[in-house]
């Protein structure tokens, strides 16, 4: 029998009235969840094993009405809870869909049966709202939560009635769901739900990055977090994957949440799934990666989302559900074990490294001025100085961050380090600049700034290269296809927004453009919003090189390089913001990379990779070998496509 709709006053996850303003959305984390979303999460939790074994269940010949009797039993004795329940969307579709499994159990058993008596129906239903359990934050939607799910086992009731040509009610109530109004990251969760008694925890807790939290969340993240090393680059989330950790030891409960896919990329990884791994020994059974999340409110939520579900035995079959080629219907992989990075892969996670794992040039950050500002010079203000202080001329020099270098634009930077204190005397102007500095410096809190002041001519950290060097803009759109880098002279001066490597070849150049780091950069990178934050000591210092290229293979890739920057010149009025944008990228630049990946992929295997999921898993394997060569790896046994979620 076809389930019931939700009732349509439970349509807000995590809210404080029915409607709530998009800006207290974001300050407490409130999304309106889809109900595609919300199915996700219930159906590879728990749902379809239910379904396949009632399927199994309906198929057997001898023993067939006890298995049914049995499978009902089993979905009375399930116990649900949702810490972050909000209006109680995840427990109303939780109930509604367990209700319409067991209608379908009762028709199995029944069906077949003369008209039967209101005390015969009566009898039938063992399922009740008792087993739905919540916490929330805020009064108004808690209480929602409760009649959404009087509601709905009202409409199954009237379902059941139906089918049995009845007028099945449950009145007066006599049970009620359990929805706690607390502070789930303050609350003990075993008052709320004993966790020998919980079956599953799931849910949609807030969605709140680490730069948007007030006070009062941040106290909530210490308080979960506590003295965990790292823990400042967590995202709100986090506290409720970590609690759930601790609720599920020593029990068979199992658990799956919505979240940003942030926690599965970055920085993020090593501190959050390094602890529950190793602390709490949880394994992922099951996880959707990245999908655009899915709004029923006005003013939709733009974020990418995942889902995560874990407990602490492991499972023999894991799955995958990929949305790369269809954002309806995923792909479904069986896999022997799900990394935190949402591949096929082992428990790996690549942590911060000072030094880049393979023998290659380092990677740094551009120069840091601490200047306040005073040392950098628009095209107007250079013009003056060098034609009213000739002199000064020599120390001004290009000045290019990761939006100069995307956008076009020009600024310049007064270079003093080694400048002749004469010439310095002899302009005015740039000695009231130095003095700005110097006071600016002198009245910073921070202990080396102040000691900076002592030189304030000179920069604050200089990292400029002393050869021609590889520009990498720290910060870019996630729209490209590849992060545009390029090659810059030595008299140009890159700014902290940008990352250089100094002494960089042609073919470092190729290796860093192709779709295989890009892969490796989009699973390891950070995020600012949603855009790519490039890393040193993350994305590159991790990055598995190629371990022995042929001369060949490196003579391809640096032939397919060289054609990448020819294919730019072509086009000498276009940024590279230009250049790269997905919708105006010229042909001839597409087919450069294009050819450049070819070359890159070879000088790793023979074989094509199929998609970036297969280049990242590859890599992943190649980077275990580095960090621990005894490690096992395996790949992936099928492929299959699902029915849409």
Same mark, same amino acid.
């Given at each position: 029998m076809a389930p019931t709709s939700a009732p349509s006053s439970t349509n807000c996850s995590r809210c404080s009235t029915p409607r709530p303003s998009a800006a207290r959305n974001r300050q407490i984390g409130a999304h309106y969840t889809a109900e595609r979303n919300i199915l996700k999460v219930v159906r590879s939790l728990f749902l379809d094993d239910l379904r396949a074994e009632f399927d199994r269940a309906k198929k057997l010949k001898i023993g067939r009405a006890q298995r049914l009797t049995e499978l009902q039993k089993k979905l009375a004795a399930l116990r649900f809870l949702d810490p972050a329940c909000g209006c109680g969307n995840f427990l109303v579709i939780t109930y509604r869909e367990l209700r319409a499994l067991e209608l379908e159990i009762l028709a199995a058993l029944h069906g077949g049966q003369q008209e039967m008596t209101l005390a015969d129906v009566n009898k039938l239903s063992l399922l009740d709202v008792d087993q739905m359990f919540g916490i929330e934050i805020e009064e108004f939607p808690a209480r929602i939560a409760e009649t959404a799910l009087w509601l709905t086992d009202h409409q199954a009731n009237v379902a059941l009635g139906l089918l049995f040509t009845q007028n099945y009610l449950r009145i007066p109530l006599r049970k009620s769901p359990h929805i706690h109004v607390a502070n789930a990251l303050r609350k003990d969760w075993k008052q709320v739900l004993p966790?020998?008694?919980?079956?599953?925890?799931?849910?949609?807790?807030? %969605?709140?990055?680490?730069?948007?939290?007030?006070?009062?969340?941040?106290?909530?993240?210490?308080?979960?977090?506590?003295?965990?090393?790292?823990?400042?680059?967590?995202?709100?989330?986090?506290?409720?994957?970590?609690?759930?950790?601790?609720?599920?030891?020593?029990?068979?409960?199992?658990?799956?949440?919505?979240?940003?896919?942030?926690?599965?990329?970055?920085?993020?990884? $090593?501190?959050?799934?390094?602890?529950?791994?190793?602390?709490?020994?949880?394994?992922?059974? %099951?996880?959707?990666?990245?999908?655009?999340?899915?709004?029923?409110?006005?003013?939709?939520?733009?974020?990418?989302?995942?889902?995560?579900?874990?407990?602490?035995?492991?499972?023999?079959?894991?799955?995958? +559900?990929?949305?790369?080629?269809?954002?309806?219907?995923?792909?479904?992989?069986?896999?022997?074990?799900?990394?935190?990075?949402?591949?096929?892969?082992?428990?790996?996670?690549?942590?911060?490294?000072?030094?880049?794992?393979? =023998?290659?040039?380092?990677?740094?950050?551009?120069?840091?001025?601490?200047?306040?500002?005073?040392?950098?010079?628009?095209?107007?203000?250079?013009?003056?100085?060098?034609? =009213?202080?000739?002199g000064i001329a020599r120390y001004i020099r290009p000045y290019i961050g990761g939006e100069e270098f995307l956008n076009g634009g020009e600024r310049w930077v007064l270079w003093l380090t080694d400048a002749n204190p004469a010439d310095l005397r002899a302009c005015p102007p740039v000695m009231e600049r130095i003095e700005r500095v110097r006071a600016f410096r002198a009245a910073s809190k921070k202990a080396p700034t102040v000691e900076l002041a002592k030189i304030p001519a000179a920069v604050g950290e200089d990292r400029q290269p002393s $050869?021609? +060097?590889?520009? %990498?803009?720290?910060?870019?759109?996630?729209?490209?296809?590849?992060?545009?880098?390029?090659?810059?002279?030595?008299?140009?001066?890159?700014?902290?927004?940008?990352?250089?490597?100094?002494?960089?070849?042609?073919?470092?150049?190729?290796?860093?453009?192709?779709?295989?780091?890009?892969?490796?950069?989009?699973?390891?990178?950070?995020?600012?919003? $949603?855009?790519?934050?490039?890393?040193?000591?993350?994305?590159?210092?991790? +990055?598995?090189?190629?371990?022995?290229?042929?001369?060949?293979?490196?003579?391809?890739?640096?032939?397919?390089?060289?054609?990448v920057l020819d294919a730019r010149a072509q086009f000498p009025g276009a940024t590279l913001a230009d250049l790269y944008d997905p919708l105006a990228m010229p042909p001839a630049l597409a087919a450069a990379h294009a050819a450049l990946d070819k070359a890159v992929d070879r000088c790793y295997r023979p074989a094509d990779f199929p998609s970036d999921r297969a280049r990242v898993e590859y890599l992943f394997q190649l980077y275990e070998q580095l960090t621990a060569p005894l490690a096992p790896t395996g790949k992936a046994r099928r492929t299959r496509k699902a029915a849409a979620t």
């Open positions: 966790p020998a008694q919980c079956s599953y925890v799931l849910g949609n807790p807030p %969605f709140v990055g680490k730069k948007e939290q007030d006070p009062a969340q941040k106290a909530d993240m210490d308080a979960v977090w506590g003295k965990v090393q790292g823990a400042g680059v967590l995202d709100f989330v986090t506290c409720w994957h970590r609690l759930a950790a601790e609720y599920i030891q020593g029990t068979a409960a199992r658990v799956a949440f919505v979240s940003t896919n942030s926690i599965t990329q970055g920085e993020q990884v $090593s501190v959050l799934w390094s602890n529950l791994l190793s602390r709490y020994h949880v394994k992922i059974h %099951f996880a959707h990666r990245t999908f655009p999340w899915e709004s029923e409110a006005r003013g939709r939520a733009h974020v990418h989302c995942v889902i995560i579900g874990f407990g602490l035995g492991d499972v023999p079959e894991k799955r995958l +559900y990929d949305y790369d080629h269809d954002p309806l219907n995923p792909a479904v992989s069986v896999v022997r074990n799900i990394s935190p990075y949402l591949i096929e892969g082992n428990d790996t996670v690549a942590t911060r490294r000072t030094s880049p794992i393979a =023998d290659v040039p380092p990677m740094v950050f551009g120069t840091k001025l601490v200047d306040d500002g005073h040392f950098v010079l628009d095209a107007a203000e250079r013009a003056t100085l060098r034609r =009213d202080y000739p $050869s021609d +060097y590889l520009l %990498f803009p720290k910060v870019s759109s996630e729209r490209r296809l590849y992060i545009p880098l390029g090659f810059l002279p030595k008299s140009i001066v890159a700014n902290g927004s940008s990352l250089v490597v100094p002494d960089a070849t042609i073919y470092h150049f190729g290796i860093l453009s192709s779709s295989m780091h890009m892969a490796w950069m989009r699973q390891t990178c950070g995020r600012l919003e $949603s855009r790519y934050q490039y890393s040193n000591t993350i994305v590159y210092n991790n +990055y598995p090189w190629p371990a022995t290229p042929t001369a060949v293979q490196r003579s391809a890739v640096e032939k397919a390089a060289q054609r």
